[in-house]
């Protein structure tokens, strides 16, 4: 089964800043399409960012647009969210999550599409 596994979660400080990493392991992660949900605590799980393969394509929730940065590093087959700006609002568990292999942009970041998640890392914006 094709794993990610998330890291980089942490405590920061209202305006602050985390970068998230996904990484695979036994597979070319540049294939397939990454999406970073969270879930805040009495929340639905929503769609935060999404990168298709090859980095065609990025897009963001209006929540975080400005802020975030997702992105891909082949040679560490790893993808990450660098999250600037930091509000207490983002704070969630964040996870990172397989899609379709090829090019898929996340539309509507539909999660029954994400085929793997990983274990999900907490960040915690204080004010």
């Known amino acids: 089964q094709l794993q990610v596994v998330e890291s980089g979660g942490g405590l920061v400080q209202s305006g602050g800043s985390l970068r998230l990493s996904c990484k695979a392991s036994?597979?070319?992660?540049?294939?397939?399409?990454i999406g970073w949900f969270r879930q805040a605590p009495g929340k639905e799980r929503e769609g935060v960012s999404c990168?298709?393969?090859?980095?065609?394509?990025?897009n963001y929730a209006d929540s975080v647009k400005g802020r975030f940065t997702i992105s891909r590093d082949n040679a560490r087959n790893t993808v990450y969210l660098q999250m600037n700006s930091l509000k207490p609002e983002d704070t969630a568990i964040y996870y990172c999550?397989?899609?379709?292999?090829?090019?898929?942009?996340?539309?509507?970041?539909?999660?029954?599409?994400?085929?793997?998640w990983g274990q999900g890392t907490q960040v915690t914006v204080s004010s």
């Open positions: 990168i298709s393969s090859g980095s065609r394509t990025t």
């Open positions: 999550a397989l899609g379709p292999r090829g090019y898929y942009s996340c539309p509507g970041y539909r999660q029954t599409d994400f085929a793997s």
């Open positions: 036994g597979f070319t992660l540049d294939y397939y399409a």
